[in-house]
């Protein structure tokens, strides 16, 4: 295994088994290259995609390194949940910003609180790393997701653009 964990260390410990509102069995941690394979499937199931997974394995071992980036699963009986945050410094907040990337959870989890959870697990972590705010973005199609981060008290203030470079990943 590779030293993955090092820049959370202090940090894990804090965070470590605090937040454990869904259940006595199921628990947030950082994730480790141990949980790659279920992560993949939670972001094809995500995705409605079967992404390259030697593309997929690369990138996800990278950012593991990258103190820029926080992965972290909810665990009962193998992965049911997985949530990520990547941290930038934009030049028109004059912060530190984090940004979820992906939050998602298993089909056959979903509303029993785990994604509550995970969001509390991911906005909590963000403060702990000195984030001014927490933003995302999330497909248009996506409404019940809407509804979901307007429950945990996020704003819909702007709209994201994109425009494709080249070839599609999915």
Same mark, same amino acid.
């Given at each position: 295994?590779?030293? =993955?964990?090092?820049?959370?260390?202090?940090?894990?410990?804090? %965070?470590?088994?605090?937040?454990? $509102?869904?259940? /006595?069995?199921?628990?947030?941690?950082?994730? $480790?290259?141990?949980?790659?394979?279920? =992560?993949? !499937?939670? =972001?094809?199931?995500? !995705?409605?995609?079967?992404?390259?997974?030697?593309? %997929?394995?690369?990138?996800?071992?990278?950012?593991?390194?990258?103190?820029?980036?926080? &992965?972290?699963?909810?665990?009962? /009986?193998?992965?049911?949940?997985?949530?990520?945050? &990547?941290?930038? &410094?934009?030049?028109?907040?004059?912060?530190?910003?984090?940004?979820?990337?992906?939050?998602?959870?298993? *089909?056959?989890?979903?509303?029993?609180?785990?994604? /509550?959870?995970?969001?509390?697990?991911?906005?909590?972590?963000?403060?702990?790393?000195?984030?001014? *705010?927490? !933003?995302? /973005?999330?497909?248009?199609?996506?409404?019940?997701?809407?509804?979901? &981060?307007?429950?945990?008290?996020?704003?819909? *203030?702007?709209?994201?653009?994109?425009?494709?470079?080249?070839?599609?990943?999915?």
């Amino acid at each position: 295994d590779l030293p =993955i964990m090092d820049f959370l260390d202090g940090m894990f410990y804090t %965070f470590h088994g605090i937040i454990n $509102t869904v259940g /006595s069995d199921t628990m947030i941690r950082y994730a $480790t290259i141990k949980d790659a394979d279920a =992560i993949y !499937e939670l =972001i094809c199931e995500l !995705e409605e995609t079967a992404f390259d997974k030697d593309i %997929f394995f690369m990138h996800y071992k990278r950012n593991l390194k990258d103190d820029k980036f926080i &992965y972290m699963v909810d665990e009962n /009986s193998g992965v049911i949940a997985f949530g990520s945050i &990547y941290f930038h &410094y934009p030049l028109h907040h004059c912060a530190k910003i984090a940004e979820i990337e992906e939050l998602c959870v298993k *089909q056959t989890h979903q509303h029993q609180g785990i994604g /509550s959870k995970m969001f509390t697990a991911l906005c909590t972590s963000a403060k702990e790393k000195g984030a001014l *705010q927490v !933003e995302l /973005s999330c497909n248009k199609t996506r409404q019940i997701a809407h509804a979901f &981060y307007k429950k945990q008290g996020m704003m819909q *203030q702007h709209d994201k653009f994109t425009y494709p470079l080249g070839k599609e990943q999915k």
